[in-house]
């Protein structure tokens, strides 16, 4: 079967001919984009599931929900420049989705930023009803952006 | 209207009787109870417009198989289009015994294998409720199963190669819980369809159960479920696994994406936590297998690729489908 040449392939192949790396910032490798912006999504998980363990209550560290919901909200701001045009070589689980729906994804991040943040003004509030449900409401944003732009694992 | 008459009970339905069930509303809770079946059952995902979206349940999701194109067809009470001229008993068989009211066959990208161990209050409980539902006027549209499912006895044969009719008996060693866990997830939630690895000829290999697959739906890859340490989710626990169906949330923290998010929309989050305790417990409970690639891989692209070539295959005509034969 003959595979077809993508349009991002080609923007990427021709912006290697004229002036050199493209991906994240001028001068990084997309391989290293792709690696930092795994480590930095690991970390978003990392977070949240820590998190998790606080809300159903199975510890109370309910003082550390704060630094968990500002770390997340602080990284969710860089998603969008973490998926930049030429990233999608190598070693990723990112659709091809990413670039190609570049709208809905940005949209995608955006709305998780935004819950991010609210769950930061719920743990402020103190109110853990409140907090249960921005909890809900982000988790709700990350499986709704990894349905359509990440592959499932092996 | 063709119906293949097989009792004396039928002949009575179909006199006209039929209304009668619509004019004395089913109690509530069993309404209830239907609309949770259909939540554990999965119904949703696939009878619920091409991306499982729609508010009813009157099909369009389309199955890309090494078999051929399958749609899933209206279920809506609708007169003409979907099941608002069934019976409860032709709902049941269609369920149990994977027949159609006219008696053809059906195609097993429908899991009645699966549903075929449903407790019969579960389906009356499910057929109350779909009743209930607003009826859609959009037409099912045909399969395109491959040419040799439209041989005459084809689905016979297979079903008598892999289909086991039955509901579901509890072992009675097992304590309740994971007979109510392993119930949810055989016969309700049809956990095998995706992640259970398929034999030649489709069916769903008992040897592999849980496995995962390279090629699963929309070509993507189904992953190992087993509580196998490394290739599965050895290191997770009851509770891990109990919350991921809630919330989609891996133990590390990643969220699933693809089917299984959907399957958790549509179906796992609505359930009580209990439930999804106890198809944890059965789950959990299962022999851990190692991935197909530590032990030399069924080449599983030739799945449907079976005894003649294909061109010869392409050049059949696709002929009427829906379901399979007569």
Known sequence: MMRRIKPVTTAVLTALLTVGPVAGTAADDSEDVIKYRQKAMSSQGAHVSAMAQIVRGKVSYTGHMRSHAVGVAGVAAHVKSMFPEGSDFGVTDAKMAVWENRADFEKAADESKEAADALVVAVDSGDGAAIGEAFKTLSQSCKGCHEDFKKEDD | ?326
């Not at chain 2, 199955?63 to 008993?89: K, L, S």
């Not at chain 2, 989710?233 to 809630?246: N, R, S």
């Not at chain 2, 032990?295 to 030739?302: N, T």
């Open chain 2, 1 to 326: 209207m063709k119906v293949r008459v097989w009792s004396g009970l039928y002949l009575f339905v179909l006199a006209g009787w039929s209304g009668v069930a619509a004019e004395t509303p089913d109690p509530p809770e069993l309404l209830e109870r239907g609309e949770y079946m259909v939540y554990a059952a999965g119904c949703i995902s696939c009878h619920a417009g091409e991306e499982g979206e729609s508010e009813h349940l009157e099909g369009g999701r389309v199955f890309e198989t090494p078999f051929g194109t399958f749609h899933a067809p209206n279920i809506t009470p609708h007169r003409e289009h979907g099941i608002g001229n069934w019976t409860e008993a032709q709902f049941r068989r269609a369920l149990r015994q994977g027949v159609a009211p006219d008696g053809r066959r059906y195609f097993p990208v429908f899991p009645y294998t699966a549903y075929t161990r449903m407790r019969d209050d579960d389906i009356r409980a499910m057929w109350a409720y779909l009743s209930s539902r607003p009826a859609v006027a959009r037409p099912s549209r045909a399969h395109g199963g491959a040419w040799y499912l439209q041989l005459p006895l084809a689905m016979r044969l297979w079903r008598l190669l892999h289909f086991s009719p039955g509901p579901w008996q509890d072992e009675p060693d097992r304590p309740a819980q994971w007979n109510r866990g392993a119930y949810l997830a055989e016969a309700l939630g049809h956990c095998g369809e995706c992640h259970t690895p398929r034999g030649l000829m489709g069916n769903l290999r008992a040897d592999r159960k849980y496995v995962g697959t390279a090629q699963g739906p929309d070509g993507e890859s189904v992953p190992n479920i087993t509580p196998h340490p490394e290739d599965g989710i050895g290191k997770w626990d009851q509770d891990d696994l109990a919350y991921f169906l809630e919330s989609g949330m891996t133990p590390e923290g990643d969220f699933t994406g693809g089917i299984m998010s959907e399957v958790i929309d549509n179906g796992q989050r609505h359930l009580t936590a209990a439930d999804r305790e106890a198809i944890a417990t059965y789950v959990l409970s299962l022999p851990p297998l190692a991935d197909a690639e530590s032990l030399g891989a069924l080449d599983e692209s030739r799945v449907g690729r079976v005894m003649l070539p294909r061109a010869y295959a392409e050049s059949q005509p696709s002929g009427p489908s829906y379901p399979a034969d007569r």
